[in-house]
């Protein structure tokens, strides 16, 4: 037995051996020191710090700030030009008409006591001249003209964003008591609001998380906003900025830290937010005043009206921060931490044990404490591997099959794909492989040929396929098909029909599957994949060109077809249903048989219908060897009803024969290929069996309004289908 010492140091020693290489197992890989093997467990993490929220909100609220700067500086651009000009026009006007009463928006260019002084002046030379006082209609005249004047100017000074979203104390809007905040005057003014908002947020936020501070960031800011309009009643300048929502921001970080001084930068904070905010506001510096353009400087300084603003928000910040203390909603949030650090650490000291425990050999001990453990914290990857090693050694891996893939899906987005091989590879010697989700298995595949596996990424692909099924086949069969197309053409051409049979492809997703299957055909071993036995295009002669013309002498001949499928009774053999790929349909029928193969319509040429059968050997149909076309919407083949278009090419023929068709389902191919200017595909159906009818000749079944689709004929199954339009009577009531 181990001592204790020496239990503390192989623990040691496997923490350092932290990740150099897969779980150890008997005859696994192991660490040495000093010449003694020691088993590598698993990874341990670091202790980690006690949970801090990341300050959203705040950052948030800093970069709306700096974009609404951004915005009400372009805009002052655009406006400075039309300003400057009704200005200079109005204040000439004026300097010739000095006893007219001059608008308060020329201030800017007149303060009111240079005014005075010139309204002064004129009126003493009119007296020393004794010339008499402008008419009182000439002065209204020209006090409209100088009004005209500044109309522009006016207008678009009240078209700033400092104006529109400022919070004006004589005419508040509802909206800006919320808006003023992201808007400032000055690049200082700026700076210093987002300086304080940012650093004493971090410290809030981070404590007691978003949803908190999101009520602060709003108390504090109405609060500036409501207080600056109570006090302020007949001021027009707008309130912009973030000054009264760091004021508020102080006064919640006095309250909420004032009993945890060494925990914060307490002091620097509040001497802070007197220096960058009360004195510089009292003392009326300029950057310091939230200020539309274009407003009274003096007015707004040494007036103080700031002032109430940041009162508002320090006592609305400190206000909530003591009802937060008082009804323990802060301190549940900091318990909610101390709770989850607690729980970590009993996870923690428990995954410990579970090291001990097998250290000492007690293998079985270990496996219930880790089970213990993923019952807590199933995301704890380092009891998921120290769990896959355990299991292996009780001969168990099953049980931790689900852990490993976990692991695995964690080293793929820690990037570390060696890792992930490695484990994937241990899963695969388990014969475990299987039980991954397909999307994992076909990441997978592709980490696996990167590395050299490539059996095992073909078998990786070959478990995807088969577990693909419901709303996820078509995207599997899709990439399956893909990845295989290079190395396994014969796993690569099963996806490829899966993909094609789902309802749910799109048309450029078809397109390229029928690409693809044109490219890995030739790659197939014809002896590999022979044609469907009772395909009534076998009685063809070999020889011809996949793409040559079916003669009327090669194509159905009876005699032939009997002779090449070696019938002696046409008694046609049970169906086979499939939900994999097109295969041959065969009907058992006492009196008149019927022999059909599916495929798939590719184009129509000046002789007939190319089509593609199973195993992408192309053949042409004739148009002249259509007897009929039957068409119908059918149940039972899909999610949906499907239409089903049969070319029967002996319809005219005795009862007695077989008869012959070549079966099209609407759900494995997109007529819009063929029936350019189409883009409905129910249309484009329509059209591409109008088309058809009127290049054979053939009769139309069950009637030409319900081939036409107008509307299809409907039936419940198959096998009503084939008795009722094709007069075809069949015992067995299987469908496909």
Known sequence: MLNLPEISTDLAFELRCVRRSPVARPGGPVCQEGGVPLRVMAPSREATEALHHTAWVTYSVALLCVLGFA??????????????????????????????????????????????????KYEANRRRRHSIRVPAGIRAREQAEIDRMLEASVAQLQSLPERRWGVRADQPAPWSFATHVFFHSTGMHLLIGLFLVVFIGYFLEGLWGSAIQLGVVLAAT???????????????????????????????????????RRDVPYYFVLVSSIALLALPAWFGFEWSIPRGPFSDVDGLGHGNPTSWALLGGFVAGGFVSCGLTLFGIGSGVERDEANAQFRRSQTDRRYERALQEHALGNVDEAFNILISVLRRDPENIDACIAFWSVANDLGRPGAASKSILRVIRDQIQRRDMAA????????????????????????????LRSEGHEETAMQALRNALAGADGANLMT?????????????????????????????????????????LSVIQPLLDPDDHPEPASSPLDAQDDSLEPEAAVSAADLLSPGEAEAELGQTDRQP???????????????????????????IP???????????????KKKRIRFDRIEAVAVAAIDGLGDR????????????SLTDELLRVIRLRGDRFDPRRMMEGDTDPLQAMRAFIVHLVEKTDATPLPDLQSVRGMPFASFSNLLSYHRDILMVELEDDKTC
């Open 602 to 616: 590719t184009e129509f040429d000046a002789e007939g219908l190319m089509i593609e059968l199973e195993g992408g």
């Open 222 to 260: 109405l609060g500036a906003a409501g207080l600056f309009v109570s006090q302020n009643a007949s001021l027009s300048d707008p309130y912009i900025g973030t000054l009264g929502l760091a004021a508020g921001f102080s006064g919640a970080f006095a309250i909420r830290f004032g009993g945890r």
């Open 641 to 652: 009803p499907v239409i089903v278009i049969d070319l029967i090419l002996n319809w005219m």
């Open 476 to 516: 599997i069969a899709t990439r399956v098909a893909h990845e295989a197309a290079d190395l396994e053409p014969q796993l690569a051409r099963d996806a490829i029909w899966k993909a094609l049979g789902s309802h749910e492809l799109g048309l450029e997703d078809r397109q390229d599957m029928e690409s693809l």
């Open 420 to 447: 992930a091989v490695r484990y994937w590879l241990e899963l695969v010697a388990c014969g475990l492989a299987a039980d991954a989700e397909s999307s994992l298995s076909i990441r997978m595949a592709t980490l």
């Open 573 to 599: 053999a049970a169906i086979e249903c499939t939900d994999t790929q097109p295969r041959a349909i065969e009907f058992d029928d006492s009196s008149r048989g019927l022999e059909s193969i599916v495929a």
């Open 71 to 120: 915005y009400a500086q372009l805009s002052r651009i655009e406006a400075d030009t039309v300003i400057d000009a009704g200005l200079e026009s109005a204040e000439q006007y004026f300097t010739q008409h000095p006893y007219l009463q001059p608008p308060s928006i020329l201030e800017l260019r007149i303060p009111r006591e240079q005014s005075d002084a010139m309204a002064e």
